[in-house]
């Protein structure tokens, strides 16, 4: 993405500045320093990459810089893997960003237009991470509709970076240091601000079907939930398949649906509430793990309902089959729970 940009710069197509930098920690960093320079900011990472960034997460998060930034999901060293899994960007969920996981490369592209819309918005101010599956959506083709000039426009007004720019004139500190009596205020707006979004999500939503005429839903997406026994919940490229199963069991009785979570930060929890309330089972299929716990989704998932079993697949890139997710609503019936590996 970074190289591709690079060449619309050079060539003249695309009007901005292009910065290369040394590392990934240096790239946030430039890229606060952009912000607050008063211009629109992108970035691009992955893997190992986001986890250097780490540091200047929280900072960028904390200055309500409105950041967009593409993470390509991949496992996590050791041992080293250039495949992908979930385990990056999930271990980060509570750096202050937005965090959107997307299905295919419309998806992403798409998100990531709307993200510029959401994170600039003046009751948000939050930098937003745009998460696509690592390989099966980075390193496969598919075809995409390209958005013109005059329809972006129509989505996304000219940058205001408002108050949260360095003027000359009118000196200001940024990047301060609060202490005990002033901290949690901070922390507190910030928090304020990441639910406000859902609002802002639902304008920009609204826009984009508008003018695109592709419908978004918010924070989950949910495939045949509404009389559904058996629910099995996910994120990512692999929703597609298990909806595929879930139409097949279907055919022979079995009441399965799927509920993909579209965001994890905010979290959909009145969302997830309202589709999984009715369902008699709950399974949380997910390519993370929280090592001596359960894997990150279902722990936020759990703490909404009661879902009982956790499904810990795609490690590194594994494969995950229709037989394998056949399996977990054969578990789910068979009232299986705790944390199961495929």
Known sequence: MVERLAEFVEDGSL??????????????????????AGVRTFTATSSQGLLYMA??????????????????????????????????????????????????????????????????????????????????????????????????????????????????????SFGFTAGPEWNASFHKAHHEAMLHAWNVIDRAENT??????????GGVDAYRCDDAEYVLVTLGSVSGLCRQVADSLRESGVKAGVLRLRYLRPFPDEAIRKVL????SVAVLE??????????????????????????????????SAAQIAGIFESLQAGESGVKWL
Do not use: C
């Open 15 to 36: 009007d901005a500045e292009f910065i290369h930098v040394e590392s990934e920690h240096s790239a946030l960093s430039a890229a606060m320093g952009a912000s607050l």
């Open 55 to 172: 540091e200047v997460l929280t900072y960028a998060a904390g200055g309500r810089f409105p950041i967009v930034m593409i993470n390509a999901n991949r496992s996590l060293a050791l041992p080293w893997n250039i495949y992908g899994d979930q385990r990056d960007s999930l271990s980060l969920l509570d750096s202050g960003w937005i965090q959107a996981y997307a299905e295919n490369a419309q998806e992403v592209l798409d998100l990531t237009l709307m993200a510029f819309r959401i994170a600039e918005d003046t009751a948000v101010r939050v930098p937003f991470m745009v998460n696509l599956d690592g390989f099966h959506l980075t390193h496969t083709y598919e075809v995409v509709d390209v958005p013109t000039k005059e329809q972006i426009d129509k989505i996304l007004p000219d940058y205001d970076p408002g108050e949260n720019q360095i003027d000359f004139e009118n000196p200001r």
């Open 208 to 217: 984009f079907h508008a003018v695109f005429g592709r419908r978004y839903s």
């Open 277 to 280: 309330s009715s369902a008699k």
């Open 287 to 320: 390519k993370d793990i929280s090592f001596g716990g359960a894997g990150t989704v279902f722990t936020n998932v759990r703490s909404i309902v009661p879902a009982k079993l956790n499904v810990i697949g795609g490690l590194g890139g594994a494969d995950i």
